[in-house]
């Protein structure tokens, strides 16, 4: 059974950096394209961003786009999240997921595997 555990959430004051990262258990990684979402209080879970199964293709929401970097390392069986420049608004739950197949998608309900979830609190 395939396992993901996001870690790397905290608070940050805006501006800041964080670097998420989610392990992968039970299958390898390279299985799978990754994908990062975020889900704010009151709000329904949204797309973040996206790498294929390779690495070589990725996607960001507008939202995010500049200031976040999505990477793999598929012999550590990790998807990480380096968030700069961070806003108030990015404050959410994020979560790692995965889909197998050819390509990743910005819809969650294509998203088989899910993390827990980590805290990001940006503060003004």
């Known amino acids: 059974q395939v396992q993901l555990v996001e870690s790397g959430g905290g608070l940050v004051q805006a501006g800041g950096s964080l670097r998420l990262s989610c392990a992968v258990s039970g299958r390898t990684v390279s299985n799978y394209n990754m994908g990062w979402f975020r889900q704010a209080p009151g709000k329904e879970r949204e797309f973040v961003a996206a790498?294929?199964?390779?690495?070589?293709?990725?996607s960001y929401a507008d939202s995010v786009k500049g200031r976040f970097t999505i990477s793999r390392d598929n012999a550590k069986n990790t998807v990480d999240l380096q968030m700069n420049s961070l806003k108030p608004e990015d404050t959410a739950v994020y979560y790692c997921?995965?889909?197998?197949?050819?390509?990743?998608?910005?819809?969650?309900?294509?998203?088989?595997?899910w993390g827990q979830g980590t805290q990001v609190t940006v503060s003004s």
């Open positions: 997921a995965g889909r197998g197949g050819f390509y990743y998608t910005q819809s969650s309900s294509s998203y088989d595997h």
């Open positions: 790498i294929s199964w390779s690495g070589g293709s990725t």
